[in-house]
């Protein structure tokens, strides 16, 4: 049985997710894992190049988009690691990444979900680190008023500009693009949430998980590379607008409007 799975969901990045399934073979060491990715219906031939170049992966090829969570969860329901990582198929594993995280998770047995640092391709740091959402912070973002007043003091909080990388703590919420959960965390609180199309599924288990008793931590002794929302990018703007807004919506439907 694999101490860790990885699970990547994949929507027309063929050649992004190319590269970092080679990362991970080149960085797995020594860790026992399996890779399963999720295609949501890509029009890019990613099936074909999974099939032709990575046998050994396991692919769940869907008909159609089912979105982020609903992927993820195809992936986990086929999964068998003691750890699954939820991980994007545009970021790029870099030394010992993997098991840095597995070894973080072993020795911290309240640790429930963890993240790492995220690195932009040039090796500048990208923040991946958030506090738990608040309506008046998304109301700003979404009307686009932080393109005018960028610190403005509720966006301030909510994206955590004060957040020292260079220290692991634990934290509200870590980014979903390197995602990793202890399959307790799972067998307790349950999948992700499937009405979350896209955004907030990842805020959403976090808020269940710190419910249920469990940490979130942020790690700074592992870091990766992440291109960032390579397929969110493909997406025309007022789609991206609106799935967020519902996404956002329901999240607060769910949780209540006050910040946790």
Partial sequence: MPELSIIIVSWNVKKLLKE????????????ELEVIVVDNASTDKTVEMIKNEFAQIKLIPNSTNLG????????ILKSQGQFILVLNPDTKIIKDALQKMVSFMKKNPQVG????????????LQ?????????????????KITKFIPNIPPVYNYLAKDFNYKI???????????????RQVIDEIGLFDENF????????LCQRAKSAGWQIWYNSDTEIIHHGGQSFNQ??????????????????QKHGLKKD
Avoid at 20 to 31: D, M, R, T
Avoid at 168 to 182: H, L
Wanted: overall charge positive; charged content about 15%.
């Fill in 20 to 31: 970092c399934l080679l990362s991970i073979s080149k960085h797995q060491g020594k860790l």
């Fill in 68 to 75: 982020f969570a609903a992927a993820n969860n195809q992936g």
């Fill in 113 to 124: 979900i963890a993240g790492c640092k995220h690195l932009n391709p040039d090796w500048t």
């Fill in 127 to 143: 923040p991946s680190v958030r506090r738990f959402p608040n309506p008046l912070a998304l109301f700003f973002i979404f009307a």
């Fill in 168 to 182: 692991t703590q634990p934290v509200d919420q870590v980014a979903g693009s390197f995602f990793m959960i202890r």
């Fill in 197 to 204: 199309f896209t955004w907030f599924e990842e805020v959403d």
């Fill in 235 to 252: 997406l025309k703007t007022w789609r991206k607008q609106n799935l967020f807004f519902q996404s956002a919506c329901y999240y607060f």
